[in-house]
T-cell receptor, first 115, second 110 residues
Framework: GAVVSQHPSRVICKSGTSVKIECRSL??????MFWYRQFPKQSLMLMAT?????????EQGVEKDKFLINHASLTLSTLTVTSAHPEDSSFYIC???????????FGSGTQLSVL | QKEVEQDPGPLSVPEGAIVSLNCTYS??????FMWYRQYSRKGPELLMY????GNKEDGRFTAQVDKSSKYISLFIRDSQPSDSATYLC??????????FGGGTRLMVKP
């Protein structure tokens, strides 16, 4: 079964609104989680590394004020897309290491559509 | 040059064929190697994980690593239409950052 749970799987929102995506590790603690963005027929693009109890580390070109990441507990990281615009429409996926950085497991992804 | 190179495909094979998917890499520090399968609009699913040169088998899947050539492969025997997906290779050193290939799209036709 799934070891990383991601919700919602799909969200449609109006331009200017904010959307929160949750990523939970099931049955294990994840001090580090990752957030990716994926466009159709393209590979995963790492957006940021989420660290429990500290600030996230963002990849170059990713706006930290637009993509707010909170990793408040060892099993939950959230990504909030603030003031979403149509160009933010994409597939967002989270992941977490299980078992001492040996195996990386992914959530099921969230398809965000901004109208 | 990318650290990890993977042919994007698409690779189209008839049902029952043996599929060979490959990645090459340039960073000799990579120690751990993984293969993921991703269906459309879903998160990647871990298929195989290995950290040594040689072969590792799991059902119809065999992962092969050749560290001397910096080359990894995933073989799928008796391919099924349900194997149609994008396959991503991934690898890392001792740290926690995974480097992905671009993915190969596989289509298995009935």
């Amino acid at each position: 079964g799934a070891v990383v749970s991601q919700h919602p799987s799909r969200v449609i929102c109006k331009s200017g609104t904010s959307v929160k995506i949750e990523c939970r590790s099931l049955d294990f603690q994840a001090t580090t989680m990752f957030w990716y963005r994926q466009f159709p027929k393209q590979s995963l693009m790492l957006m940021a590394t989420s660290n429990e109890g500290s600030k996230a580390t963002y990849e170059q070109g990713v706006e930290k004020d637009k993509f707010l990441i909170n990793h408040a507990s060892l099993t939950l990281s959230t990504l909030t897309v603030t003031s979403a615009h149509p160009e933010d429409s994409s597939f967002y996926i989270c992941s977490a290491w299980r078992g001492g950085n040996e195996k990386l497991f992914f959530g099921s992804g969230t398809q965000l559509s901004v109208l | 040059q990318k650290e990890v190179e993977q042919d994007p495909g698409p690779l189209s094979v008839p049902e029952g064929a043996i599929v060979s998917l490959n990645c090459t890499y340039s960073n000799s520090a990579f120690q751990y190697f993984m293969w993921y399968r991703q269906y459309s609009r879903k998160g990647p699913e871990l298929l195989m994980y290995t950290y040594s040169s040689g072969n590792k088998e799991d059902g119809r899947f065999t992962a092969q690593v050749d560290k001397s050539s910096k080359y990894i492969s995933l073989f799928i025997r008796d391919s099924q239409p349900s194997d149609s997906a994008t396959y991503l290779c991934a690898m890392k050193n001792a740290g926690n950052m995974l480097t992905f290939g671009g993915g190969t799209r596989l289509m298995v036709k009935p």
